[in-house]
């Protein structure tokens, strides 16, 4: 089975753009999450949704925002770039919203690195 | 004072040595703990998965949650220069604002010297 997939791998932009990132979770898996991991940090939580309804989010500002399809993918939108945005974004897809039993792990996709310049 | 703290490193050892890594936490609804491993520029990949206080091991690997002390350690038998990467703590709660994301150490950064 695949796991999580995110594209695009790697992504340079310049102040000021708007950035779009994909995430498809792992097969049967209904909750996607977003996290952004800036170099030398652990990973730090931006947004949950489950059955395409956000669930949950982080302490970000507003510029950032995702959504989730029916088939559970998910996009991660970021507007107006700053120099501090630059990071690992990383999505994280499990089978339901909370932890309820240990079937309820968390994989991670391999991220998408994004420069922004 | 963070949720988690994790010392960063860099750890360096022999490799056949045994390794332990430590992360304390102060947020006494977390329930499950987690190790991630994290290859440089890749996604972390979960090691190992614990619910609240006690062992668990998985063949070089064992984790250890003590909840009286919010303490939690991986130890590393027989390390190789493989398992060279950044290992991550990572905790989650299970009720109410803290079911559904974890909360990650800094990460600290091992190197196993051949």
């Known amino acids: 089975d695949a796991g999580v997939t995110q594209s695009p791998t790697h992504l340079i932009k310049t102040r000021g753009q708007h950035v779009t990132l994909r995430c498809s979770p792992i097969s049967g898996h209904k909750s996607v999450s977003w996290y952004q991991q800036v170099l030398g940090q652990g990973p730090q939580f931006i947004f949950q949704y489950y059955e395409k309804e956000e669930r949950g989010r982080g302490n970000f500002p507003d510029r950032f925002s995702a959504r989730q399809f029916p088939n559970y993918s998910s996009e991660l939108n970021v507007n107006a770039l700053l120099l501090g945005d630059s990071a690992l974004y990383l999505c994280?897809?499990?089978?339901?919203?909370?932890?309820?039993?240990?079937?309820?792990?968390?994989?991670f996709g391999e991220g998408s690195w994004l420069t922004v310049v | 004072q963070k949720e988690v703290e994790q010392d960063p490193g860099p750890l360096s050892v022999p490799e056949g040595a045994i390794v332990s890594l430590n992360c304390t936490y102060s947020?006494?609804?977390?329930?499950?703990f987690m190790w991630y491993r994290q290859y440089s520029r890749k996604g972390p990949e979960l090691l190992m998965y614990t619910y609240s206080s006690g062992n668990k091991e998985d063949g070089r690997f064992t984790a250890q949650v003590d909840k009286s002390s919010k303490y939690i350690s991986l130890f590393i038998r027989d390390s190789q220069p493989s398992d060279s990467a950044t290992y991550l703590c990572?905790?989650?709660?299970?009720?109410?604002?803290?079911?559904?994301?974890?909360?990650f150490g800094k990460g600290t950064l091992l190197t196993v010297n051949p």
């Open positions: 947020n006494s609804a977390f329930q499950y």
């Open positions: 990572a905790m989650i709660g299970n009720s109410g604002g803290s079911n559904y994301k974890l909360t």
């Open positions: 994280a897809s499990s089978l339901s919203r909370g932890t309820g039993n240990s079937g309820n792990t968390i994989y």
